[in-house]
């Protein structure tokens, strides 16, 4: 089966031939398969929003491609265009970018931009609101009268009624307090789970993606250094911690118990394991 | 495109140019300023020329960053430039061609114009990247503190500039991104008329508006909080003091300006009446 | 018992009070004691924010009264006394910077104090070294990190020597090393500066930290207690939508499932130790 997103040999360089450029993405290359939800991580700097504003054509490649569902999105200027819509990008605090009289008119803007008629773009608006939560009487008010968290879930609705084949969500939880932060991760899984697209969730947080995602794509210093199964990947503990990133801190534990005497299992990423692994060994 | 606006930056380094009183240098400014103007024929231009340059040498600027406050308006010069020499008449022909001419009088008319334009633009840019916002702004207020006693509230004028260098770049900044977001919406800001194009600016217009109201109000409660009040009983940091390198510039650029003034007013100085051109 | 810097007597405060009858904080009482580490938690809309707007009278109590240092902060000829004494660190790194140069941003606050200009450079520099940012004093601050841009912040209320400063959600807009960044500027002002430190997170990593926690709802206070015995409430935390750090939690329910761990762990060392001790029992 072709994958959904195939990134091929990219590069991409910020000022070129200036004495500050920039090598933000190194000859990158990775496979999407189709419904897969995957983490991307990686510390500020380390070329993850530069490399996803590349998967919706928004970044042009300095060198190299992306194809999606086996065709470059970077052909001609219409593909470019289309990709916009078969790739949802959401970006870091997406609030900012509310502008419509209600929320309704807000969601229905990218729908609009694809020149849906208007029925479609009805039953859209309300299908995306559902996924994020936001009751009818909310869809009347002006998207400046809501909460925080629901202003966010808005503005993912929003992405969402483009009915994109992969949907990105940069640091969607960013800011947000731990109830504002379950309710979007619980959101992006039962959207996944629903819908079978693909989902990719750029995060800051390792204990975000444990608790999420199937797959995790850890970038540093513009390259990728590791791509596969969380399990897998988060089981190279030191690496990671080298790369500057938060292990979860059930992993921490874990390794301590095993230096500690203890014959654990350190591939422990979240509580829920970590309970299960030691009740196995503890209650003999 | 925005990022090119170098108007407000600051390079710093210890140059002579960069220890001279603000005070001293927002004068000095004002006056080579109208200088470029004064200049009408070539020797005094080449004069004003080599001034800058040295200005330019002597500020430790880097020549890169001097010609990167030249490149926005590169275009608006080249163009204007060219039209000078084709459609201006008189003076020799050299070459004609239907409705072209260039003559002697369109190529010094377009030489004199770039030459002054390119010289005001160096020269201003000069003070921004000698002298931090802050001095700049303070001086300012100073040179327009007499000005108080017309009820001008020359103090609150000076702050609100400060703040608007401040959050330039956080608003192109801010701009960058909401475009970014709304065009992985789909939005289309370059296809349509002039009509469609505005109305496309809508969704970048409305959510800047609302985040700049937010960053006026969250800003005006830390300022409370640092005790700012209405200036009133304000003093500052970096005192401005007149030093005798300040007089010495002051006193440098007297003679230049006569001179220049001489060399082009001055109908005894029969000699260089010869380059005059008819300007 | 310490004496208070900042005392709350009974404050209930409600937002546009003609059309709201929900209090944002609703008889609220408490004391910040000198030199502390006070972590005051809880989720959006909790109050804690309001409450932090109350310490240096950005806000004023609807009825009750909030006391710094012996000032009612109601009365308006002690505003500017209060506010010498108490300092303001915000969420938003941008919004609370006003110049365009990092030093004269420090300066900021001792100017408008009407201070000497050699004693302004002696605070600035001091401010700037304390909180490691004297080498970038030159920079302008739009090119600072956001952990870079607080801590900025915060040398511009050390300039000011305040006693105390009230930092609201300083770390909600930053990254992991951001945070880190001025976790540790915390934890030197309260050691090496003796400065009263007020924290309002949602952050249960950061509030483990503290010295005391006090964990806000519906604009009042739940608990008021240490770390350890606020976080071993883990029903009542998670009920409020707050996390537990995951050691606590993980001891927590081991302990529900019938192995008596001790459960009041806040970090990784204390947790696996609980563990071992427990394993080593059973041995």
């Known amino acids: ?284 | 495109m925005v990022k090119d606006i170098t108007i407000g930056q600051y390079f710093p380094s210890d140059s002579i140019i960069h220890r001279l009183d603000p005070r001293v240098k927002i004068v000095l400014t004002l006056v080579l300023i109208v200088c470029i103007f004064i200049c009408k024929n070539i020797p005094s231009l080449l004069a004003f020329v080599l001034i800058t340059a040295l200005l330019v040498l002597v500020s430790k600027v880097p020549l890169k960053m001097v010609l990167k406050s030249i490149k926005p308006i590169a275009i608006v010069i080249l163009f204007t430039s060219l039209l000078n020499i084709f459609y201006i008449r008189g003076g020799t022909v050299f070459f004609e061609w239907k409705f072209i001419h260039i003559t002697s009088k369109g190529l010094f008319t377009a030489l004199f114009m770039a030459a002054r334009v390119i010289c005001l633009v160096v020269i201003s840019s000069l003070l921004t990247y000698t002298t931090t916002p802050t001095m700049l702004t303070d001086a300012i207020e100073r040179l327009l503190s007499p000005l108080k006693i017309f009820k001008i509230p020359v103090h609150t004028l000076s702050m609100m500039m400060t703040l608007a260098l401040r959050f330039i770049p956080v608003l192109i900044d801010e701009i960058d991104r909401i475009t970014n977001a709304q065009k992985a919406r789909g939005a289309d800001f370059e296809t349509g008329g002039l009509i469609k194009k505005a109305q496309a600016m809508i969704p970048i217009i409305v959510p800047l508006f609302i985040s700049s109201i937010k960053h006026a109000y969250e800003l005006a409660d830390a300022m409370d909080c640092r005790c700012y009040t209405d200036g009133s009983g304000r003093t500052r940091m970096k005192q401005m003091k007149t030093k005798a390198s300040d007089y010495a510039a002051l006193f440098v650029s007297l003679v230049f300006v006569t001179a220049l003034i001489l060399c082009n007013y001055a109908p005894f100085i029969t000699g260089l009446t010869f380059f005059n051109t008819v300007i | ?283």
């Open chain 1, 1 to 284: 089966m072709t994958p959904v997103i195939s990134v091929q040999n990219l590069n991409y360089i910020y000022n070129v031939g200036l004495p500050n450029e920039v090598r933000a993405v190194e000859n990158v290359s990775f496979d999407i398969g189709h419904g897969e939800l995957i983490g991307l991580i990686g510390h500020t700097g380390s070329g993850k929003s530069t490399l996803v504003q590349h998967l919706n054509g928004l970044l042009k490649p300095s060198s190299g491609d992306v194809l999606l569902d086996g065709k470059s999105i970077f052909e001609s200027k219409s593909t470019i265009h289309e990709a916009k819509f078969k790739v949802g990008l959401c970006f870091q605090y997406p609030e900012y970018q509310l502008f419509e009289e209600t929320v309704e008119k807000d969601i229905a803007f990218g729908p609009t931009n694809m020149k849906l008629d208007k029925e479609e773009i009805v039953r859209r608006v309300v299908k995306a609101a559902s996924f994020v939560g936001l009751k009818p009487e909310h869809m009347k008010k002006s998207p400046f009268e809501l909460s925080g968290g629901e202003k966010r879930r808005a503005a993912i609705a929003g992405v969402m009624a483009m009915e994109p084949q992969v949907l990105i969500l940069d640091e969607p939880t960013a800011g947000l307090d731990p109830n504002g932060r379950d309710k979007i991760l619980n959101m992006v899984k039962l959207y996944r789970d629903t819908t079978g697209c693909t989902v990719i969730l750029v995060s800051h947080s390792m204990e975000d993606v444990a608790k999420t995602c199937d797959k995790v794509l850890v970038m540093n210093k513009g390259c990728v250094e590791m791509f596969g199964k969380t399990d897998d990947v988060f089981c190279r503990y030191e690496e990671l911690s080298s790369m500057g990133l938060n292990v979860p801190q059930v992993s921490r534990i874990f390794s301590l118990l095993k230096k500690g005497g203890l014959n654990v299992n350190t591939e422990v990423f979240t509580v829920e394991a970590g309970v299960n692994e030691l009740l196995k060994i503890l209650k003999r």
């Open chain 3, 1 to 283: 018992m310490a004496e208070s810097v900042i005392k709350f007597n009974n404050v209930t405060f409600t937002y546009n009070a003609e059309e709201n009858d929900i209090p944002a904080l609703n008889n609220v009482s408490f004391g910040v004691n000198k030199g502390e580490f006070l972590a005051v938690l809880g989720h959006n809309g909790s109050g804690k924010s309001t409450a932090a707007k109350m310490m240096n009278a950005l806000l004023i109590p609807d009825s009750g009264e909030v006391i710094v240092d012996g000032m009612n902060t109601a009365e308006s000829e002690n505003t500017l006394n209060i506010r010498k004494k108490v300092g303001m660190v915000f969420q938003n790194p941008d919004n609370q910077l006003v110049a365009t140069i990092v030093e004269d941003d420090v300066a900021f606050g001792p100017e408008n104090l009407g201070l000497a200009p050699e004693e302004i450079r002696k605070r600035v520099d001091f401010a700037l070294k304390a909180v490691g940012m004297y080498e970038l004093k030159d920079r302008e601050p739009h090119n600072l990190s956001g952990g870079q841009k607080q801590r900025v912040a915060i040398a511009g209320a050390i300039a000011m020597q305040t006693d105390c400063i009230v930092m609201d959600e300083p770390t909600a807009m930053l990254d992991p090393s951001g945070r880190a960044e001025v976790m540790n500027t915390i934890k030197m002002l309260k050691d090496e500066l003796g400065i009263t430190v007020i924290l309002i997170t949602h952050y249960m990593d950061e509030a483990v930290k503290a010295d005391r926690v006090i964990v806000m709802n519906n604009g009042e206070i739940i608990m008021d207690d240490t770390p350890k015995n606020v976080f071993s409430q883990v029903e009542i935390i998670k009920n409020l939508g707050l996390d537990v750090p995951q050691a606590t939690e993980l001891a927590y329910r081991l302990n529900k499932s019938g192995l008596n761990i001790d459960y009041s762990v806040l970090n990784e060392e204390e947790c696996a130790q609980a563990i071992l001790r427990f394993a080593g029992v059973k041995r």
